[in-house]
């Protein structure tokens, strides 16, 4: 093994070292939400009836549990408190460990710098081993500030090893699955595509598995999610299932270098095949050429977001049948709601939505960025484009590509809620409380593009902003922070619909602020030098 | 003279603390293939940057084609046609679709012209800009940029990568674009390529123009070298002002010696007997070293 493996050990050195910064904020913002959002729930419910009645509520709600998972103890504090972090937080913890394992792999290849290295003896695995050992210790590093952030939060020191242990179980189990990805794609974006969707099928499956009916339950345990939830933190610590997450990601780690010693540097099991030799008459304006880059993008989170919308959609019924307890509207109250619950539960919903858009949105904005970078963005200046045009045109797909994501989540909803309740009445709402909430994911946009057009080597700080903006949505109310405070985020500042009262001067001031920052923007990158 | 192709005083440009341009000149006349000769990092790639409007100098003018680069981008790159150092291509995109979408950015591209060239670079354009090696993404940026029927073509060392074949077709290329009364701006320092293709060359280091002009008048400032054979030892020739270097090999000669003193030396040579006489001028090589050895300070 040492022979197919040199290398190995200065790779993770010199990749660490690369990405201490990276690490230190992706870590300390994992554990320092988890730790707050503990903090704050624990004293919630104080007695042992209280959480019996809050955990049965939860558990009575297909939304909820679709969402987050099942508890299973009634009577744990800590269950309750953990709850969100699991599952969804848990979402963060694969997309940490899917960006470590390939940036460290395909990345590097793609640059060429992976052909640097098998040229220096290092061997053909060594880079796929550096980056699943750079993750396994970013793993470590994150259970153990986990779980001293939760004892320090006033939860059982069991539980809290138990849930940091159940979150770099699961963060082991897709870097294996990212390994796999670089092996098969050609390129990194193809093994980021095919990890994500990886994400969003095992988050389904187990979505499914819990809500479904009986004879589907099995499909809990086809997920990693499920594995990770069936730990059950702080309501029975089963350390024994984290040996399935642990087996499974070392069976893919095999897999992915063994593939890796096999594979030819820079070929992938979906070979970049011919295409046509001119281009076709969309190719004509920089914005088919943006549109040519982005639309596979697009229309990827177009039907996952149509789905999850559908999804969601359908659980409202439910969430109205299984709900009538006033301690449940209580909790759904607390988590930031209103008192009808499945308009709360759409509202909720629905902002969750706009951030996930949001983040499309920013994404578009500084692919505008990568693509300077690469150089691509210098040859496109060199003919007859302006830059105003070149930055027009990443600025349509971000904001016309969000509106239609949330038009489609919202249809999604409406469409499933009115199907599942016989009256197709409901539609309309959902969709105008999916509409809403266009101007704050635009100001996301807007921020993005201020960055990339005036601060370009900060662009990164949009995702920065998104973090807090989704921080202060989340954990504010259960903080009680200052209202001034929450009003910072764009997302508090929609009119919560369906359900609430709407009004044009939020919305209409949200879009002043997103045209002020895309002057801003614009006015930053036609001054600024390119490259 | 007619209106410069382009037009470069005092050039300054900083990234941060680092002068990148430090009070550059550049003339280029229209219908002239002008080479932009200098070591690496001396500051060709910034200054064609600038030309294009891609960066924003700190100080000095810069003139293309009698328009401004920052402020009439669009209007002149209408008018311009770039192969930078660095080919990047879109992964996705076949070399065929980029050739035509960069065309029909600039605003048109001869179909023809396309086809040929195709051809003479030997370039399959259905492959995807990720499968193609260094050599041929700088093919594709080529056909592009020759396609195109620019009146200016600005190339950043645009050989680099290929073989000499295609090497002997970029030249083939070039004469052809000049024949047809296009102005070229050729960074390089290839300089048997700068030598046969250009007729004029600029010199820079260190982001200052050290030496322009048309290469046989600034062969004149260099010496020749002569090799030859003689029936006398001749020690004379020592003598000689501007001769210097000078080597013996029992009867053979070899020395190098200044413009104004060749018919000085060839004299006490044909006085000794000379039986045989080799004269090379002096290859840019020489004249490029002789810029660069020297610290810059003494350049001026």
Known sequence: MTATLGGTAQLVGAGLRRDRWTLVGWITGLAVVTMVSVRATLPLYPTVAERRSAAA???????TVALFGRITDLSSPGALSLYKMSGFGGIFVAMLAILLVVRHTRADEDAGRSELLGASGAARSAPVAAALLICLVAMVLLAVVTSIGLILAGLGSSGAVAFAAEWAGLGLVFAALAALGTQVASSARGAIRIAAVAVGIAYVLRAVGDVGPAWLHWLTWTSPFGWELAVGAAQGDHWWVLGVSLGVAAAGAA?????????DLGAGLFEASAGPPSAGRRLREVVGLTWALERTSLLVWSLAFFFYGALLGGFVTGAGRFLPSSSSRDLIYRLGGQRVLSNAF???ELSIAAVLAAGFAISVVLRLRAEEVEGHVEAVLATATSRRRLLGSYLAVALGGSAVLMLLVALGAGLAYGISSRDLGHVGPVVVAGLVQIPAVWVMAGIAALLVGSAPRLAVIAWVVLALAIALGEIGPLLHLEHWLMDLSPFGQVPRLPGGTFSWVPLGGLVVVSLMFLVVGDAGYRRRDIG | MAT???SVKGLTKSFGSIPALAGLDLEVVPGEVHGFLGPNGAGKS??????LGLVRADGGTAHVLGLDPWEDAVELHRRVAYVPGDVSLWPNLTGGQIIDLLGRLRGGLNPARRAELLDRFELDPTRKGRAYSKGNRQKVALVAALSSEAELLLLDEPTSGLDPLMEATFRACLAEERAAGRTVLLSSHILSEVEAVCERVTIIRE????????????????????TAEVAT???DLEEVEGVHDLERHGGSLRFKVDHHALAASLRVLGEGGVTNLTCQPPTLEELFLRYYDRPSNSMS
């Open chain 1, 255 to 263: 897999g992915a270098l063994a593939i890796a010693d096999r594979r």
């Open chain 2, 4 to 6: 410069a192709a382009i």
């Open chain 2, 207 to 226: 982001g200052v123009t050290v030496e322009t002009g048309d290469l046989a008048s600034m062969r004149h400032l260099t010496s020749i070298s002569i």
């Open chain 1, 57 to 63: 509520a939860v558990n009575a709600s297909a939304g």
């Open chain 1, 346 to 348: 759409l509202a909720a």
């Open chain 2, 46 to 51: 910034t200054t064609l940057r600038v030309l």
């Open chain 2, 233 to 235: 030892p001749l020690p």
